[in-house]
């Protein structure tokens, strides 16, 4: 079956690294993404990992183990901008781009 | 990158009545996808939209609910039909970019209320 776990909350502080991680089972693998989605927005493209290790853009840094099936976004210098829901979503390998999401995390910068 | 309109960008329906929505992409775009979001929830595909052929819904999704139209690379449509309050919810277009096909964009969506 597929299956996309991820924290439902967290907290962090300004200035902080954050750390939201994601586990997966699904039918075949093609790619991990993350998406942030402030409320009432649709979601935006953060990062695209298909390949095990690292991806660094700027504050945001995502890594992968497909042998694990685990994810984890990192977010450092973290700024009151940033608080909003971080979707994990896995593309099957499907040969059509199939996309499944995970329920999200919903991030809360605080001063 | 792509750029998606929705439109309407919100709607309030009344039961048993059908609401189309229509969403449009500034290039021409090979993959085009119907997302619902419902309150506080994730996203939950409903179906693919192919060009020139009839869509493929996922599980619980069919037709006669959710037909979809994409005549041509860059236009798609969506019908909720038939509308109960359970279909309150955010419906959205995605497509993928036509580059190397990893980004996936998405549309500012329509927010749909069923009384």
């Known amino acids: 079956g597929q299956n996309i776990d991820q924290p439902t909350e967290m907290t962090a502080t300004e200035g902080a690294i954050v750390q939201i991680n994601c586990t997966y089972q699904?039918?075949?693998?093609?790619?991990l993404f993350w998406y942030q989605q402030h409320a009432g927005e649709a979601p935006t493209f953060l990062s695209y990992?298909?390949?095990?290790g690292l991806e660094e853009k700027g504050r945001f840094s995502s890594f992968l183990s497909r042998s694990k099936g685990y994810s984890y976004l990192l977010l450092k210098e973290l700024q009151m901008k940033d608080s909003a829901s971080y979707l994990c979503?896995?593309?099957?390998?499907?040969?059509?781009?199939?996309?499944?999401f995970g329920a999200g995390t919903r991030l809360f910068v605080k001063a | 990158s792509a750029v998606i309109s929705q439109k309407p960008s919100r709607d309030i329906c009344q039961r048993g009545t059908s609401l189309t929505i229509q969403c449009q992409v500034d290039?021409?775009?090979?993959?085009m996808f119907w997302y619902r979001q419902q309150p506080g929830q994730s996203l939950t595909l409903i179906a693919t939209?192919?060009?020139?052929?009839?869509?493929?819904?996922e599980s619980g999704f069919v037709i006669d609910k959710f037909p979809i139209s994409r005549p041509n690379l860059t236009f798609s449509t969506l019908t909720v039909s038939n509308m109960s309050p359970e279909d309150s919810s955010i419906y959205l277009c995605?497509?993928?970019?036509?580059?190397?096909?990893?980004?996936?964009?998405f549309g500012p969506g329509t927010r749909l209320t069923v009384t």
């Open positions: 979503a896995v593309r099957e390998d499907t040969g059509g781009f199939k996309t499944i």
């Open positions: 699904t039918s075949g693998f093609n790619g």
């Open positions: 939209a192919n060009q020139g052929s009839e869509a493929t819904y």
């Open positions: 290039s021409q775009v090979t993959m």
């Open positions: 990992n298909v390949l095990d």
């Open positions: 995605s497509v993928v970019g036509q580059g190397d096909g990893h980004e996936q964009y």
